[in-house]
């Protein structure tokens, strides 16, 4: 029996310097895509998955998100009073229980590997799950449920992948397969933010990781790697020589919401697929004429 991953981790330091103006005073894990917030959808993703405990690492000007995830009286009071029984029964199921939520400050901007070895002692000695809120995940199951699966499988380390065209490599990790299925292979290698000429493949690392609790040390010491900051991949490629990696590629299409075009597309995805949205969006858009810019 693998030991069971109850915690799931969310670094949100990030400063979202390629959203501003919007960011300057808005964390970018609360842009919403249609009416939810993008951090939102990745504590929605952890919970169906089994997560029970939710860490955040945080920084200044963030502490919009410790609210979002507290109850707010005085609006439930109102929601109440007006008689709006639905909003507030989807509030309220949108929040994880008391207790079960831990806020840590990254008190500087070193990068991924720093900000994970940040919750290390509230993660403490056991597996957990990591979610970049910036990758917005469309799946049935979720993509963490998908790895979970493939976790109750083989135990170890989980690594969610995709494809991507070779002139997108280089803005990500990207691993080298071995053998085993999609939703379970064995990774060999990885490489954060390559070249494209030295990539091992066209499969990244999608911003969804399962992961056991010796990173913490090998992250500790962690020289400094790609764009100057203390790489989670490179940590993971050292841990790599004692533990397994297992890959998943997962079932599903993401949106790369760090990016302006990710982030406008899924709007529209998401709309789309509401049935309270959908057919008043699709006639404006149908009045704007867009096959002559398609
Ligand atoms: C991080 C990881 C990278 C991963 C990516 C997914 O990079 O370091 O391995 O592929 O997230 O979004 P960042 O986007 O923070 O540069």
């Known amino acids: ?49 089994g997560i029970e405990h939710f860490v955040f690492v945080t920084g200044r000007n963030k502490g919009v998100i410790e609210d979002h995830f507290d109850r707010q009286f005085e609006l439930e009071t109102t929601l109440e009073l007006r008689g709006k029984t639905a909003a507030l029964k989807a509030l309220r199921q949108d929040l994880p229980s008391a207790g ?51 976790y109750e499988e083989t135990g170890g380390n989980i690594i969610a992948v995709e494809e991507v065209p070779e002139s997108e490599v280089s803005s990500y990790g990207v691993i080298k397969r071995g053998e085993g299925p999609d939703n379970g292979f064995r990774l060999t290698g990885m490489v954060e933010k390559p070249k494209r000429e030295d990539a091992p493949s066209n499969l990244i690392i999608s911003g969804r990781y399962i992961l056991q609790p010796e990173i913490f040390n090998l992250l500790a010491d962690q020289p400094r790697g790609a764009g100057g900051e203390i790489q989670l991949t490179d940590g993971m490629q050292t841990l790599m020589h004692t533990q397994e990696f297992t890959g998943v590629k997962y079932q599903g299409k993401s949106f790369d919401c760090g990016s302006k075009i990710g982030f406008l597309t899924a709007n529209v995805v998401y709309a789309l697929d509401r049935d309270d949205i959908r057919e008043g969006f699709l006639k404006e858009l149908r009045k704007l004429d867009l096959d002559e810019q398609l």
């Not at 799931?8 to 970018?28: I, N, W």
């Not at 939520?101 to 900000?115: K, V, Y």
């Open 1 to 49: 029996m693998q030991k069971r991953v109850r915690t799931a981790v969310f670094p949100v330091a990030g400063l979202g310097t390629r959203f501003l103006p919007a960011t300057k005073a808005l964390p970018k894990e609360m842009l919403t895509v249609v009416d939810r917030p993008l951090i939102q959808y990745a504590v929605d993703e952890a919970r169906e998955a």
């Open 100 to 150: 079960r939520t831990s806020f840590t400050r990254q008190q500087e901007p070193l990068g991924l590997g720093h900000a994970v070895w940040c919750a290390r002692d509230i993660v403490g000695n056991n597996p957990f799950a990591l979610l970049l809120p910036d990758m917005l995940f469309k799946g049935e199951p979720g993509v963490l449920k998908q790895m979970m699966d493939a």
